[in-house]
């Protein structure tokens, strides 16, 4: 992938360090990065924080990736941070991608004690450090507004 340009850019060039992703999603190799942000994407969270990029439910329809490595090593590095950002909602507006929780089966790919910012176009939340109530009113702050009274009764009962 890339053009003649780029890899004659990149032939030789000691600015430029090629590693396997052996290496690079190595969560202690990550966690050497000061400051390091990880920025990964989600199909559902929960009320709690947990995530799954990888199933809806008990389907299947993406691989982990490289989210799992990146957030704990996010959370690991000094001043690091790992960020989920989502659409507040799915097919085409007519389901929230905050959910109660996630439906039956499906993978957590982060789990909620990793999970230190939720980003959606109604704004941003950190979580870090907050109990199960607080991260519930957190998420549904962000939320769609045609779905935040459904998850706050979710949260309460």
Do not use: C, K, Y
């Amino acid at each position: 992938m890339g053009t003649r340009r780029l890899f004659d850019f990149v032939h030789d060039n000691p600015l430029i360090d090629m590693e396997s992703s052996e290496l690079v999603h190595d969560p202690a190799f990550v966690a050497q990065l000061d400051r390091f942000v990880a920025i990964n994407s989600a199909l559902e969270i929960d009320l709690t924080g947990q995530v799954t990029a990888e199933s809806v439910g008990g389907r299947q329809v993406a691989g982990i990736g490289g989210q799992f490595d990146f957030v704990l090593g996010a959370r690991r590095s000094r001043g690091g941070a790992s960020i989920i950002a989502l659409p507040s909602t799915g097919r085409d507006g007519s389901v929230s991608r905050i959910v109660p929780r996630l439906g039956a089966g499906a993978a957590v790919t982060t789990p909620r004690f990793l999970t230190d910012w939720v980003v959606t176009e109604f704004g941003a939340t950190r979580l870090r450090g907050l109990g199960a109530r607080e991260r519930a009113t957190a998420l549904t702050a962000v939320a769609h507004p045609r779905f935040r009274e459904e998850l706050e009764r979710s949260a309460t009962s």
